[in-house]
């Protein structure tokens, strides 16, 4: 059956009364309002293979091009599976999918469709010709699709070939007989794209509705989403257009040595120029709200900090242009050895950690330390741990904020030896430090009689109040859990 004219545009849709209604929405240039499928393609290909991997799409997207407006949309989707997958394995793809692209195609959505898909109360589906694999973790756990149709790619042994497995790309026809086998009746609504022109699936629902083409329109607030994406990994900033990897891969031969020419200049500083060598080398430090001076008495102050990425303690540390030593979970060797404040692992053990941050307070030492055992790239911040309450009443809280260009520095499930190189690989990173009030007496345990659990719930609010980021219960566990599939703990290398 074909369509005899262009169904209404979907702001003509009701939204309201849909509780016991069905949808069916197309997704790209319908839930999305991204039309092209390159830039998630690119997001995959260069978390799974790289810069090569990201060069290798780059070349075959001229072929995508012609293919798509010459041949067929299909033939565009075979093209970029290939030169994203080929010789991938299957497992790593779906951790790209689970991980990475969930923050930019939630970046993406279509404010009308999204209203009209969320209001219904029925099945909801989602139909698309590119890789089923790619888009499916996204609308399950965040958008509470039901259904996700899409093209199935081939693998043999666990390991992409490249291919598309049968019945082939999910277009034209076969969204149609996809969408009728998972439907005994029809659905209430079907939502479709205006510029492809693909309504044959949408011929079998009672109320069709096509999403025209706007460039100006404003995507979905994350906020509004029911589940908001607060935890994502991968190490590009940027959704890549086909001429952001061209400026990632002439940038690339650029940054690499750049990368390691900074962390030798930071590495080799005194500490205290290291605050004017980060200005020098292009990586500047905004600090706001002078430090507090060196305290008087014997004992060394806890800085509690917000944590955005593994080199906060040597940022921290430069602010206040003196010594402390820096604590955290997993730090890398590399690291260790490169950082130019000093830095003691915690062991997750509350007893042996405890024992480590008395003896560096006592000491005499100051303290860096960031409560929420992770970092988190959103403006989130994770639930802080109790533990720096209970062992000093000398505590002041510390803002602070990443900003970078091009790469993350951070990661859950790549190599965090490289993480400092991706924080310097970026062309000008930017951090801010804001020192907040010491606590007062009346704020603390040993003042007051508070909980250690309220002290640390109030430094995380003042924390938050000064970044303008929301507190959360959330944890490293959580963040690792929903990420990885583990619980983030490190296992101790003999």
């Known amino acids: 059956m074909v369509a005899t004219k262009t169904p209404p545009i979907i702001q003509n849709c009701d939204s309201k009364g849909r509780e016991n209604d069905s949808v069916v929405a197309e997704m790209d240039g319908a839930l999305l309002t991204q039309r ?30 012609i293919s798509r407006h010459l041949l067929s949309e299909s033939a565009e989707v075979r093209v970029l599976v290939f030169a994203a997958f080929a010789g991938v394995r299957i497992k790593d793809i779906k951790s790209a999918a689970n991980a990475v692209l ?8 279509h404010p009308d469709t999204w209203r009209v898909l969320s209001s219904c109360g029925g099945r909801k589906c989602v139909v698309t010709v590119n890789p089923r694999i790619m888009v499916e973790p996204f609308l399950k756990n965040y958008l509470d699709v039901d259904l996700v149709l899409g093209t199935e790619i081939s693998s043999w042994r666990g390991i992409a070939t490249g291919l598309v ?39 079998q629902c009672k109320e069709k509705y096509t999403v025209p083409s706007e460039p100006r329109i404003r995507p979905v607030k994350p906020e509004d989403l029911p589940k908001p994406v607060i935890f994502h990994d991968g190490r ?7 001429l952001t990897a061209l400026l990632i891969i002439l940038w690339f031969p650029i940054a690499v040595p750049l990368s390691i020419l900074r962390a030798i ?8 120029l290291t605050y004017y060598i980060f200005h020098i080398i292009g990586c500047p430090i905004t ?48 690291t260790e050895i490169v950082s130019p404040v000093k830095t003691r692992r915690l062991t997750r053990n509350r007893v042996d950690d405890a024992k480590i941050i008395s003896d560096i307070l006592k000491s005499g030492h100051d303290l860096v330390i960031f ?34 260009g091009v790469f993350y520095p951070t990661t859950v499930r790549g190599r965090k030896w490289l993480d400092m190189f991706f924080f310097a690989m970026n062309p000008s990173p930017e951090y801010e430090v804001t020192f907040l009030d010491k606590l007062s007496p009346e704020r603390t345990c040993g003042g007051s009689g508070k909980s250690s659990y ?14 303008e980021f929301e507190c959360t219960n959330l944890t490293r566990k959580d963040k690792y859990q929903m990420l990885a599939g583990t619980d983030g703990l490190v296992e101790k290398k003999s």
């Open 454 to 467: 309220e002290v640390a719930n109030n430094v995380q609010e003042m924390i938050g109040r000064a970044l």
């Open 287 to 334: 600090i706001k709200r002078a430090p507090p001076p060196k305290a008087k008495n014997s004992n060394g102050v806890a800085f509690v900090c917000s944590h955005r990425s593994l080199i906060d303690g040597t940022i921290v540390s430069a602010a206040l242009g003196r010594s402390t030593t820096s604590v955290a979970y997993s730090i890398a060797r590399l």
């Open 236 to 242: 590009l900033v940027q959704k890549p257009t086909p």
């Open 36 to 65: 092209g499928s390159f830039p998630y393609f690119a997001l995959v290909a260069f978390d799974v293979g790289g810069i090569l991997r990201l060069l290798l799409l780059l070349l075959a997207a001229p072929l995508a091009w």
């Open 102 to 109: 969930p923050k930019h195609y939630s970046e993406d959505l």
């Open 371 to 404: 409560p929420e055992g992770t970092t988190c790239r959103e403006n989130y911040l994770l639930r802080f741990s109790s533990l720096f309450a209970e062992l000093t009443d000398e505590i002041v809280p510390v803002a602070v904020d990443l900003r970078v």
């Open 165 to 203: 497995a049968a019945p082939g790309v999910l277009s034209g026809e076969e969204k149609a007989v996809a969408v009728g086998k998972v439907f005994e009746d029809s659905p209430e609504i079907g939502i479709g794209d205006v510029e492809t022109s693909d309504f044959l699936f949408m011929n």
């Open 265 to 272: 200049f930071v590495a080799l500083s005194p500490l205290s």
